[in-house]
């Protein structure tokens, strides 16, 4: 087929359409919020600015503790698998090695990998740099999102109760809670449960929770 100039190929226009003075004006509201700390009942797991720091981070799942009921977060690395208790902060299960039959992925859309420490032989669903996703909304009407308002440097907003970021003032209707401005964001999201928050990059892991008995812990 011949393109001319009133079929364009498929992927180019003619004309890109410019945003509107809505959608500049929230562009700008959000370059313009700073990274603020999440409101009650949000704590975070660990005492480090950025989290901790996990290389090659490749993608994060969840599970439940059977034993104390606190969420888990399977973390899969280059370097291995790992288990936080998204409670304390601990890291109570670590796999440097893990056999070479333990395939991340799955033909499955979502991602899985094997579990370890208390929750081994579960397949854990992982969200990461192979697809899979994570809850954007949890109870008490808290929502997530992630937006690239200057790509790719991505921001991760918190907001409660419909405070969109074009709904109410930054820091009382919604949070801008983390800048993806170093390393590569792979997935951010809520437990099942809704009592953890994570965001996780290429390079680390962040955690918040609103679970009672929080103590910091940079076990490794």
């Known amino acids: 087929m011949k393109w001319t100039k009133e079929t364009p190929p498929v992927g180019q226009s003619d004309h890109e359409p410019e945003l509107s003075d809505y959608q500049r004006a929230m562009r700008f ?6 990274v603020v700390p999440l409101p009650d009942p949000w704590r975070p797991v660990f005492e480090y600015e950025y989290g901790v720091p996990v290389g090659g981070l490749l993608g994060i799942g969840f599970e439940t503790d059977p034993d104390t009921g606190h969420d888990l977060v399977m973390v899969v690395s280059h370097d291995g698998h790992g288990l936080f208790d998204a409670v304390t902060g601990e890291k109570i299960a670590r796999d440097r090695d893990p056999d070479d039959g333990d395939e991340i992925c799955d033909p ?3 991602q899985w990998c094997p579990g370890l420490g208390p929750i081994a032989g579960i397949r854990v669903r992982v969200a990461g740099l192979f697809g899979g996703g994570l ?3 949890a109870g008490g009407g808290w929502k997530l999102e992630v937006v690239a308002p200057a790509w790719p440097n991505e ?4 907001s409660r109760d419909g405070g969109l970021p074009h709904s109410g003032p930054h820091g009382e209707r919604w949070w801008h809670i983390f800048h993806s401005n170093y390393s590569e964001l792979r997935a951010a999201g809520f437990s099942p449960s809704g009592q953890t928050l994570a965001v996780a990059t290429s390079s680390d892991l962040s955690l918040w929770t609103r679970a009672a008995g929080l103590s910091h812990s940079s076990d490794d």
């Open 29 to 34: 509201r959000i370059l313009a919020a700073p």
């Open 108 to 110: 499955d859309p979502a």
């Open 135 to 137: 809850h954007t909304a």
């Open 155 to 158: 921001r991760v907003l918190l």
